[in-house]
């Protein structure tokens, strides 16, 4: 069959149904067994890749094929953040919410690096990529952006403010030198650190966010402890417990 004749007659529709539960196992960890890869890069290690080969024909052969994958993957993405968030705010108490968070979150955050490897195709099309350019450094990938941006956008969005919250608790526990998980502040100040998919900026949510209230939560400290500190142990102890905190704050 020609080209012309090839045109028009590969829709999205055509493949998508076939594309989409590889594409949602690469999502949830799932495994992916060999027969769904047997004819596309049997030498490629499992979980590397969908089927590209597909992704290239919807691209190449349905108009609209790029635009219409990418809808359907912010989607399923969303559906997928959702899910985790149900699982995150099932916790009431604030250190099981962070553990859980933490939890969900790294796993989505290793599969922004394994998911839009197979849409190289649909790079190319919708950023109107040269060939050259297909190994383009992955944090400049689409789908990776679509998928931290839509994390950002859903669960991060309706719970940063409890989250913080309960980070700062821990904090502020640390400060008085009580027991507490520096795991959990850890790996929230990651998260934040890594959600960011804008490249001008890579730490503009840590900063208006995790740093802004950890900024506040260390004023609202000082302002309280400062008068009681000074009047125990004078000003000279008072600047060696400062200067310890700061050093300890910068780790």
């Not at 590889?22 to 030498?43: G, H, M, P, Y």
Request: glycine fraction near 4%; charge should be neutral.
């Amino acid at each position: 069959m020609s080209l012309l004749q090839n045109k028009g007659s590969l829709q999205f529709e055509d493949k998508w149904d076939l594309m989409r539960p590889i594409a949602l196992k690469l999502l949830r960890q799932e495994t992916v067994t060999k027969q769904q890869w047997f004819d596309l890069f049997s030498n490629v290690p499992f979980v590397s890749f969908l089927p590209a080969r597909d992704v290239h024909a919807v691209c190449l052969w349905d108009d609209k094929g790029p635009a219409k994958i990418h809808q359907a993957l912010k989607e399923d993405i969303l559906d997928f953040i959702k899910q985790a968030q149900t699982r995150v705010l099932s916790h009431q108490d604030d250190t099981a919410l962070l553990k859980a968070y933490i939890v969900e979150w790294r796993k989505f955050f290793t599969q922004c690096d394994i998911l839009p490897k197979p849409f190289c195709q649909l790079e190319i099309t919708l950023m109107g990529k040269q060939g050259s350019n297909k190994k383009a450094n992955m944090e400049d990938s689409i789908v990776r952006k679509l998928m931290l941006d839509t994390w950002n956008e859903s669960i991060f969005s309706n719970i940063k403010s409890r989250l913080q919250d309960s980070a700062m608790k821990l904090v502020h526990a640390e400060r008085l030198g009580e027991a507490f998980d520096s795991q959990l502040v850890i790996g929230v100040r990651e998260s934040y650190v890594n959600l960011c998919s804008n490249p001008e900026d890579k730490l503009q949510i840590y900063r208006d966010n995790f740093e802004k209230a950890y900024l506040d939560s260390t004023e609202r400290f000082y302002r309280t402890q400062a008068p009681s500190y000074l009047q125990q142990n004078g000003v000279q102890n008072y600047m060696k417990y400062v200067g310890h905190n700061i050093v300890d704050y910068q780790k």
